[in-house]
């Protein structure tokens, strides 16, 4: 028999990486928050790579750390390994990726969750989801226990319809063999959403004692190394290395032998893989005038003897993959802790839901990370936060908060879903942004921090740090605009090396800055009376400095791009009444519902033409 569990402002289904940003944003503005997960042990689970950042991903760490987040806190407590990727590029497309101890970070995220004021952890599988006669939602849990609340966010990661592939053999199941959400889809359904099925997968976990690390090449972490968050003041060293090894002509060869019994070639797994994050497999049939693919070898933890094996998830059987791994240089008496396997889940068209992640249909309904058909860690935790913060606002009858796609790699990639959508799991690149020279990861406490405080997720101790930090940084630009190197012989001789002209009169060291060649580095040894800052202010400092010309120009078009956001659609409006658009962006316009002109401007289907239509109708309109 049903019983009445419990009251709250805000449920979270899922204790994912979503979900946890989610609840604990939520919960930190103030509104009373549940979340709920199938198991408890499941929470922050990293089911995949024990890593966190990466290209673009860091950007993203970054900036939910810059609101108030928690990610970029969490790894950096529990990294073992710490690179910033593209070094040997441009500022835009620097990223930083951690290596974790996956065990540790799903501890500390848990905990993190229990100590929360305003938030209960919940283990409860949510079977069905309905609005009451209150106009509150009503869930209800396996054990038949009804909790009610105001607005309800959906982060079911793989979970919900999870099904496991592994050669011949499938079950249901979600990811790491707990039980998958298996009621709950269906609910939704009979709700009005919108469902489809993606897949994706993960390699196997190895023995270390059974790698032969002798021929193997070395990855070394970067020192010292660059922490995530902006709270973080002392790092330590790093704790690991990582290896790298290769498949070869014989690897190739096993896997084509065995094509027809992976399920996705064999027609078992219905579910769009990720296009970014292919398995093995596809790779050798994609790629199949490559003659090698790399792989990393990344230790899973400190207390661990497993090791993940990046860029190898596979479907085969197991005796196969077995076979396949023991043709590559260091893995010739491998022996597999857990298999690789492919996962198959429901999830929603994110065409469905606004720029908050509220479904336009549902009041009060949110959806966030592989729920919304994106893929990734990084991906799941922006949409969580923003989620949550909405959530919050909603029940404290405030105005939502949206970022646009000037502003974050997080506006970039819920407009992406909302306007766009995805036919694969969205992945988050450098690429995907039109503004990425001032979405930089070194300034995105500049972009975003100062929102973050007016949500009310920055605390008074960071809130004062970051003022001096941004005053420091003021006395620094007008120090070396000030400073003045006489043309010494040592001077010359750092220009010379560095392959830049000398020079035969003083020099002004902004102007310094200002060569390709030369940065606060190689200035030290004449730059006497520098300043003993954080590195991230000579960063922001030098990159400013050296783009000044490409960020300007960024920054017209940013405001351009503006002025068309600023011009507002109607929600109610049907687009086949409007004269003149083309058939196909009445249909486009319709099923996006875009909030404004510029948002309309990036649907695929609605041409410039189409615009200039809903210009001259929106000014007819008013």
């Not at 707990?178 to 390699?203: C, D, H, N, V, Y």
């Not at 058909?373 to 908060?401: D, H, R, T, W």
């Amino acid at each position: 028999m049903s019983y009445l569990a419990g009251n709250y402002d805000v449920a979270v289904i899922g204790a994912g990486h979503a979900g946890i940003e989610s609840a604990l944003a939520s919960a930190r503005l103030g509104c009373t928050t549940i979340i709920f997960t199938i198991n408890n042990d499941a929470v922050g689970n990293c089911p995949c790579n024990p890593s966190i950042g990466g290209t673009a991903k860091g950007h993203l760490v970054r900036e939910i750390d810059a609101l108030g987040g928690e990610m970029g806190r969490t790894a950096d407590e529990c990294f073992l390994q710490m690179r910033m990727l593209n070094r040997g590029k441009g500022p835009a497309v620097h990223s930083l990726r951690a290596q974790i101890d996956r065990r540790k970070y799903a501890d500390t995220m848990k905990h993190k969750l229990e100590l929360q004021e305003n938030l209960v952890l919940r283990q409860a599988e949510i079977v069905d989801i309905k609005k009451n006669d209150e106009e509150k939602w009503e869930l209800k849990s396996r054990m038949d226990a009804i909790f009610t609340a105001k607005a309800v966010i959906i982060a079911t990661g793989t979970y919900l319809g999870g099904k496991i592939f592994v050669g011949d053999t499938s079950y249901e199941s979600g990811p790491d063999g707990i039980f998958p959400a298996k009621f709950l889809g269906q609910s939704l359904k009979e709700l009005g959403l919108k469902l489809r099925r993606f897949k994706t997968g993960t390699p196997a976990r190895v023995l270390r004692s059974s790698i032969d690390f002798t021929d193997l090449e070395v990855q070394e972490g970067d020192e010292p190394p660059v922490p995530f968050s902006y709270d973080t003041e002392n790092l330590g060293e790093n704790k690991v290395v990582c290896h790298i090894s290769w498949t070869n002509e014989i690897t190739k060869q096993i896997i084509l032998d065995n094509i027809e019994r992976s399920p996705l070639y064999g027609g078992k797994i219905e579910g769009v893989g990720p296009r970014y994050c292919p398995s093995i497999e596809d790779k050798i049939v994609r790629f199949s005038n490559k003659e090698r693919h790399q792989l990393f070898i990344e230790p899973c933890g400190l207390d661990t003897e497993e090791m993940y094996l990046q860029g190898m998830s596979s479907s085969l059987p197991e005796e196969v993959q077995t076979e396949f791994y023991h043709s590559i240089k260091g893995l010739e008496n491998v022996e597999i802790m857990r298999p690789a396997y492919a996962i198959e889940y429901d999830c929603i068209d994110p065409l469905q839901m606004d720029s908050t992640l509220e479904f336009r249909d549902f009041k009060g309904l949110y959806g966030a990370g592989q729920f919304n058909g994106s893929s990734g860690y990084e991906e799941a935790a922006a949409q969580g936060l923003i989620a949550g913060i909405n959530a919050a606002l909603k029940v404290q009858g405030k105005e939502p908060f949206i970022l646009d796609r000037a502003s974050s790699y997080i506006g970039t990639l819920i407009d992406d879903l909302v306007t766009k959508g995805c036919n694969d799991p969205y992945r988050m690149m450098t690429s995907r942004s039109e503004y990425r020279l001032i979405l930089r990861q070194d300034n995105a406490d500049v972009r975003l921090t100062p929102l973050g405080r007016a949500i009310g997720l920055i605390t008074d101790d960071r809130w004062e740090r970051y003022l001096k930090k941004q005053e420091l940084k003021k006395e620094e630009y007008k120090r070396i605009k000030g400073t003045v190197f006489a043309p010494t012989d040592e001077l010359n001789n750092i220009l010379v090396s560095r392959e830049t002209s000398p020079v035969e009169t003083g020099v002004r060291m902004i102007d310094l800055l200002k060569r390709p060649q030369i940065n606060y580095e190689c200035l030290t040894s004449v730059d006497v009376d520098r300043p003993d800052l954080d590195r991230n202010i000579f960063e922001q400092v030098e990159i400013e400095i050296k783009y000044e010309g490409y960020i300007n120009k960024q920054l017209e078009q940013v405001e351009k791009m503006r002025k068309l956001e600023k011009k507002k659609l109607p929600k109610d409006v049907d687009y086949t009444t409007v004269t003149g658009l083309r058939l196909e962006a009445q249909e486009k316009l319709n099923k996006v519902m875009p909030e404004n002109i510029g948002q309309a401007s990036r649907i695929s289907g609605v041409s410039p033409a189409d615009i200039s239509v809903l210009l001259i109708w929106l000014s007819q309109k008013r």
